[in-house]
């Protein structure tokens, strides 16, 4: 008989064969994120629909197209999480986490869904890790997240992302570029999209984040945000670069990053591979001074970044990186016999309970069958028990890699594997 469904379309099954590097990948997080610092927060996958409208924007093509949005059966607009900040910002504000010690540190993983044309590295649901600080409005703050994410790409064995940055302003600036950026497409209005249009009317930095070729070749000669910054932002930029500068993180300023998000200001920065695919980004994050007042807390300012698993996953294969797959078992411990199951039986249960990862049979096959099982979950070591062994509480412990056989009593086995 046939399936009776596929997994739906931009969506993926992580195997057993390939858990383990994402077990590396989020362990790896956790730990760099907790050196400093940070400390996991966990949100509801779905949250009511306005918050993301007013977080993410109404503007932005996360929003108007690709959000996963349904009315729940008491009738309340409901969104799937397109991404982990509007999420987390409601979470700390609701429980007053922002009354506490300034800045808040916290992280997570998570998934996420956006209704986008799958294609490599580009997923309807696909998992970040991110993490967001609250309350510090310093260029330390920033320049400390974009190590962070640096010290996490670095130390999974990642090295050829490029860090690019910008700094698109504050509501201050913010008008005085929107005025320039309105009058230099209003000369080209004949050349833009539909969708553009609308952004030419409601939020011309969105245009610089056009996909569609025509409107692209245009943003190439549009005004820049860093050259219309306020003092304050434009300070706060330069203590910014110099920061990294200090640090030895590389990074080149690329005036175009706006990002897909409204809720940013000031720094934006993304690491980004040219690996896989024309031009991926990564990890993309920046600072968001407003987004906690915007969605009904007191005014606090936030940074953040996320990186994509997926994508991460993809820039690591492509790297050559190997991550490092533990054996299945320390042990197999094949029978021959009903008694001498039960024995092994027990044996596996008590080498488990020391820490041990321990297999034995559990289909009642044949001996052969057994050590080809053994060998197939690449087993370190294998023994056999059957009368003889049962009798003299003793057997031939097999080093699986060498060949080698020792004969030990089963008291030591333990600390043999
Ligand atoms: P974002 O740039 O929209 O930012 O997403 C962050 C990362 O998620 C991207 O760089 C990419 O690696 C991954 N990603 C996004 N969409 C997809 C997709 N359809 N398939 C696979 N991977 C994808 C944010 O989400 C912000 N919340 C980041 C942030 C945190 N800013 C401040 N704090």
Known sequence: MALLT?????????????????QHIEKTALDVAKRFGFSEIR???????????RSVGDTTD????????????????????????????????????????????VCYL?????????????????????IEMFGAEKPSADAEVISLAHTFLTELGIKNLSLEINSIGCPECRPKYHKALREYFEKHKDKLCKTCLERLEKNPLRILDCKNDECAKLCAD????????????????????????????PFIVNPFIV??????????????????????????????????????GKD???????????????????????????????IYIANIGEKAGEVAFYLAQNLRANGKNAICDVMGRSLNAQ?????????????????????TRTLALKDMQSGETVKISFDEIIDNI
């Not at 005004?223 to 203590?239: A, T």
């Open 110 to 130: 998570a998934n996420c869904f956006r209704y986008e044309k799958p294609q490599a590295g580009r997923l309807r649901e696909f998992h970040q890790f991110g």
């Open 62 to 105: 996360v929003v108007q197209k690709e959000m996963y949005t349904f009315l729940d059966k008491g009738e309340r607009s409901i969104t799937l999480r397109p991404e982990g900040t509007a999420g987390v910002a409601r979470a700390v504000v609701q429980n007053g986490l922002l009354g506490d010690a300034l800045p808040l540190k």
């Open 43 to 53: 949100v509801p996958t779905f949250e009511h629909t306005e918050l993301f409208l």
């Open 259 to 296: 990002r897909g998000l409204d809720y940013y200001t000031k720094t934006v920065f993304e690491f980004v591979s040219t690996e896989i695919g024309a031009k991926a980004t990564v990890c993309g994050g920046g600072r968001y001074d407003g987004l906690i007042g915007e969605i009904g």
């Open 300 to 330: 606090t300012c936030g940074i953040g970044f996320a990186v994509g698993l997926e994508r991460l996953l993809l820039v690591l294969e492509s790297a050559g990186v190997e991550i490092p797959q533990s054996s299945k078992a320390d």
């Open 222 to 249: 549009a005004p820049k945000g860093i050259e219309h910054l306020c003092d304050d932002c434009h300070n706060h930029f330069e203590g910014v670069k110099s920061l990294l500068s200090a640090i030895n993180i």
């Open 6 to 22: 596929q997994a739906p379309r931009g969506t993926q099954d992580i195997l057993p064969s390939q858990s383990f590097k994402w």
């Open 371 to 391: 050590m080809k099982y053994a060998n197939k979950i690449g087993a370190k070591f294998s023994a056999v028990i059957g009368d003889d062994e049962v009798a």
